[in-house]
């Protein structure tokens, strides 16, 4: 099929959108999308209004969709038809964040494709799909490794009262909360994995603190353990990385491979470039 198509990279905090075909290319971002939290009818109202103008008026032929909460089909339907009724005339691919991850990451060879972002993931991707995939509980109950669970360490080395002087001062310098505060955005508010994970960034100002390195060690480590580890071939193929959290802990995240003797293969911020020259080959 030829024409405009759309391609979508979408994680719980935001979602990337990229329009290509017929001399055109754009790129602009929009808030994340989940289905697990919203309903088709949220995720439309969400688009029509962060979405540009323009692009409503546009004939798009196509529209990839990679997203977090689509491993599922009752939950990718949803994203779909909230896609088909801004785009009907659309053909429509959706599926899952961690998909999109190992097309950008592996391209059409053999790896394991990883997730370090709002959340986490991994996979073993055969350079056509997924054949294997360590479970995925969410940022309660896992999502080790990722901005929300390193974030929720930052918390509570704050309510705890773990930090140090200097943290602490930094930290209510930082964000000027307080625990009541904190305990209604998480236990009270909607998206607290977001929330969590804006409290990630405190470590990435602050390294060289041993209170801080430790945190970002064992909270990297807790994914390696959890994750990395159930995969027998994880000796005999490289590593992939994607996601902020890889992207600033690199260092780490290449210090913990040469440790457990893995191969430290792409770390990059975001999959768009890879999933992009995918789809102009296809």
């Given at each position: 099929?030829?024409?405009?198509?759309?391609?979508?990279?979408?994680?719980?905090?935001?979602?990337?959108?990229?329009?290509?075909?017929?001399?055109?290319?754009?790129?602009?971002?929009?808030s994340?999308?989940?289905?697990?939290?919203?309903?088709?009818?949220?995720?439309?109202?969400?688009?029509?209004?962060?979405f540009?103008?323009?692009?409503?008026?546009?004939?798009?032929?196509?529209?990839?969709?990679?997203?977090?909460?689509?491993?599922t089909?009752?939950?990718?339907?949803?994203?779909?038809?909230?896609?088909?009724?801004?785009?009907?005339?659309?053909?429509?691919?959706?599926?899952?964040?961690?998909?999109?991850?190992?097309?950008?990451?592996?391209?059409?060879?053999k790896?394991?494709?990883?997730?370090?972002?709002?959340?986490?993931?991994?996979?073993?991707?055969?350079?056509?799909?997924?054949?294997?995939?360590?479970?995925?509980?969410?940022?309660?109950?896992?999502?080790?490794?990722?901005?929300?669970?390193?974030?929720?360490?930052?918390?509570?080395?704050?309510?705890?009262g773990?930090?140090?002087?200097?943290?602490?001062?930094?930290?209510?310098?930082?964000?000027?909360?307080?625990?009541?505060?904190?305990?209604?955005?998480?236990?009270?508010?909607?998206?607290?994995?977001?929330?969590?994970?804006?409290?990630?960034?405190?470590?990435?100002?602050?390294?060289?603190?041993?209170?801080?390195?430790?945190?970002?060690e064992?909270?990297?480590?807790?994914?390696?353990?959890?994750?990395?580890?159930?995969?027998?071939?994880?000796?005999?193929?490289?590593?992939?990385?994607?996601?902020?959290?890889?992207?600033?802990?690199?260092?780490?995240?290449?210090?913990l491979?040469?440790?457990?003797?893995?191969?430290?293969?792409?770390v990059?911020?975001?999959?768009?470039?890879?999933?992009?020259?995918?789809?102009?080959?296809?």
């Open positions: 099929m030829t024409g405009i198509k759309l391609i979508a990279d979408s994680g719980a905090t935001k979602t990337e959108w990229r329009l290509f075909g017929e001399g055109t290319h754009k790129s602009f971002f929009t994340g999308i989940s289905p697990y939290h919203m309903t088709q009818i949220q995720i439309e109202q969400l688009l029509l209004s962060e540009p103008p323009s692009l409503l008026k546009r004939k798009i032929s196509e529209v990839h969709y990679y997203g977090t909460g689509c491993y089909a009752p939950k990718a339907n949803i994203v779909k038809k909230a896609l088909h009724d801004i785009f009907p005339a659309a053909k429509l691919n959706i599926t899952h964040d961690l998909m999109g991850a190992a097309i950008s990451l592996c391209g059409h060879d790896g394991i494709a990883c997730i370090l972002g709002t959340g986490s993931n991994s996979c073993l991707f055969n350079g056509k799909r997924i054949v294997a995939n360590s479970p995925g509980l969410g940022y309660i109950l896992g999502d080790e490794g990722s901005g929300a669970y390193l974030g929720k360490k930052v918390i509570q080395h704050v309510l705890y773990i930090f140090d002087k200097e943290l602490m001062d930094a930290f209510q310098e930082n964000y000027n909360t307080d625990k009541a505060e904190i305990l209604h955005r998480v236990y009270q508010e909607p998206f607290a994995n977001r929330y969590l994970a804006s409290f990630s960034k405190f470590l990435s100002q602050h390294r060289g603190h041993y209170m801080i390195e430790n945190i970002i064992d909270g990297l480590g807790d994914f390696f353990n959890q994750h990395l580890e159930t995969y027998p071939q994880r000796f005999s193929m490289p590593i992939h990385f994607v996601g902020s959290i890889a992207f600033y802990f690199k260092d780490k995240i290449a210090e491979c040469k440790a457990s003797g893995y191969e430290m293969g792409k990059i911020r975001q999959p768009m470039a890879g999933l992009i020259s995918h789809h102009k080959n296809s």
